[in-house]
């Protein structure tokens, strides 16, 4: 074992990974709440209900990030399902979804 592989502190990486799922997950949320704001007079109440789902997916991902990298005593391996990139990816998915329908009811 090398020298810097000794020297780094034992589970500072899944700590890491964890703080970036939830920093991820968070700035999600922030952005579906400026995308509701700033769309809100083009489309109206669907804005609103947009950024819920979207803050509930976000809130789904960081829940998710958090217990992915918990350490079990009875388990050593990290689950690995693809769920909070999955939910992740629809929360934005339904951002670029609000932009695009406040563009083209802008532009009509």
């Known amino acids: 074992m090398s020298e810097l592989a000794r020297a780094t502190p034992h589970g500072a990486q899944p700590e890491r ?5 939830q920093r991820t997950a968070l700035t999600t949320a ?9 769309t809100g007079g083009e489309i109206g109440p669907a804005a609103l209900l947009i950024m ?3 803050l509930g997916l976000a809130g789904a991902a ?3 990030g958090r217990r992915r ?13 693809g769920r ?4 992740l990816a629809l929360a934005i998915t339904g951002m670029a979804l609000t932009e ?9």
Not at 31 to 38: L, N, S, T, V, Y
Not at 69 to 81: G, I, L, Q
Request: charged content about 15%.
């Open 69 to 81: 990298y918990v350490p079990a005593p009875v388990e050593p391996s990290r689950r690995r399902d």
């Open 17 to 21: 990974t964890a703080l970036s799922w």
């Open 52 to 54: 819920l789902a979207t």
């Open 30 to 38: 922030a952005g579906a709440a400026i995308i509701a704001r700033h």
């Open 100 to 108: 695009l329908l406040a563009l083209g009811l802008a532009a009509a």
């Open 62 to 64: 960081f829940v998710l």
């Open 84 to 87: 909070a990139p999955f939910v």
